[in-house]
């Protein structure tokens, strides 16, 4: 499984856009990178997936450069709502059933 | 949203005691997971079941845990005999077929399980 790296925590204000980067250098062919997002007391809950580019949704975007060797996670204008820990996730996802391997994660705290 | 339902929320049982924590995964989803998470720390895996059979289960996973389907909507995670060390938040996660994975896995909200 790949490692993953990414920030311990980041801090912002609301409406500010956020980037939170994650290094996976040993990335394989088959591998996939997901991020989730956890509130406390609550379970992780999926955010994204990409393969390689720019993949968008009503929640995020994740920016992948062709080497594939990083990703970004890119939150448009936050709330204070978004105030949680982020998990950067490298694996082959299109094997389901697969296990998910969490690493610690980044801790965004969104100020007003 | 479809939701993975877990219950109870919060349990509190004595060192040795039997648990079992109890989930309804999402209805049409066809894998179903065990994960944990104890307090300040990483979520961990602990088991996937597919297909009525443990598909893959971690070092956690021992002899004192068990995983049933029981019925067409239950998925449940039995501790035989409790330890101190068994106090975590306890997830339940389900997801569908090769096709559906895209969309990632849906977590149920945990239960908060305590040792005493």
């Known amino acids: 499984l790949a490692k993953t790296t990414q920030p311990i925590s980041m801090d912002s204000y609301e409406g500010q856009e956020v980037n939170i980067t994650c290094s996976h250098n040993?990335?394989?062919?088959?591998?996939?990178i997901t991020w989730y997002q956890q509130f406390p007391s609550q379970g992780p809950r999926f955010i994204i997936q990409?393969?390689?580019t720019k993949v968008t949704n009503e929640v995020a975007s994740l920016f992948i450069p062709a080497d594939r060797k990083s990703s970004t996670l890119s939150l448009p204008r936050v709330s204070l709502s978004d105030t949680a820990v982020y998990y950067c996730?490298?694996?082959?996802?299109?094997?389901?059933?697969?296990?998910?391997?969490f690493g610690g994660g980044t801790r965004l705290m969104v100020k007003p | 949203e479809p939701e993975v339902t877990q219950t109870p929320s919060h349990q509190v049982t004595q060192m040795g005691q039997e648990v079992i924590l109890r989930c309804v995964p999402i209805?049409?989803?066809?894998?179903f997971y065990w994960y944990r998470q104890i307090l300040g720390q990483k979520v961990e895996f602990l088991v996937s079941?597919?297909?009525?059979?443990?598909?893959?289960k971690s070092e956690i996973f021992d002899d004192q845990f068990s995983v049933e389907r029981p019925d067409g909507s239950n998925f449940t995670l039995k501790i035989r005999s409790t330890k101190l060390e068994d106090s975590a938040m306890y997830f339940c996660?389900?997801?569908?077929?090769?096709?559906?994975?895209?969309?990632?896995?849906?977590f149920g909200s945990g239960t908060r399980l305590t040792v005493v």
């Open positions: 079941f597919y297909n009525n059979e443990i598909s893959e």
């Open positions: 996660a389900s997801s569908g077929d090769r096709e559906s994975v895209r969309y990632g896995y849906t």
């Open positions: 996730l490298v694996g082959d996802d299109g094997n389901a059933g697969n296990m998910l391997t």
């Open positions: 040993n990335i394989a062919t088959n591998d996939y």
């Open positions: 209805s049409n989803h066809l894998y």
């Open positions: 990409g393969y390689k």
